[in-house]
């Protein structure tokens, strides 16, 4: 079983976090900031400390939110076709692009999402945080952002973040 403190200054951890730039979260209510704490705890984490939750619901919900986000400013920014519109969103909402736009933006996601044993450098005893478990950690972000704060907040993290890095 996880030690209640490791959760605890995960949660600490989540909220100096959020405090900072992009987000500026503050005075979050415990409800909030545990959505965003379980947006940020990889499932090797939770199965290897026998909690239930983790980032895999926010995460399925945070894929369909930036999907629409990320359509809707194609739709509304260009005048493409189907086809251009198709391709440009791939551009925003693939693993490979989340995660680049997320350590070019200087987020440091990685150091916030709780990982088990399996994904910890030997030498170093850090989290080793691939794009897939990055992308994946931001689109839960998103989640929690859209259950917290509401459609107009993931369009500015969306656009602050990854739609400026694909310049589209």
């Known amino acids: 079983m996880v030690s209640v ?25 415990d409800e909030e900031l545990h959505l965003f704490s379980m947006a940020l ?14 980032n895999e619901r926010l995460e399925f919900l945070g894929d369909a939110v930036l999907e629409f986000v990320a359509c809707e400013h194609i739709y509304l920014n260009t005048d493409f076709n189907e086809g251009a519109m198709t391709e440009n969103k791939q551009k925003i909402v693939c693993n490979s692009a989340i995660s680049e736009a997320v350590l070019a933006s200087g987020i440091n996601l990685d150091g916030v999402i709780l990982t088990g044993n399996g994904h910890t450098d030997s030498v170093t005893g850090r989290p080793e945080i691939n794009e897939t478990m990055r992308s994946d950690a931001f689109e839960a972000m998103l989640g929690a952002i859209y259950l ?11 656009r602050q973040i990854l739609i400026v890095h694909a310049h589209i």
């Open 148 to 158: 917290t704060k509401g459609t107009d907040e993931v369009r500015r993290v969306v």
């Open 41 to 54: 705890v990889h499932d090797s984490f939770s199965n290897e400390h026998g909690i239930p939750e983790n």
């Open 5 to 29: 403190d490791i959760l605890e200054r995960h949660r600490r951890t989540v909220r100096e976090f959020l405090a900072g730039p992009p987000f500026g979260y503050r005075d979050l209510s």
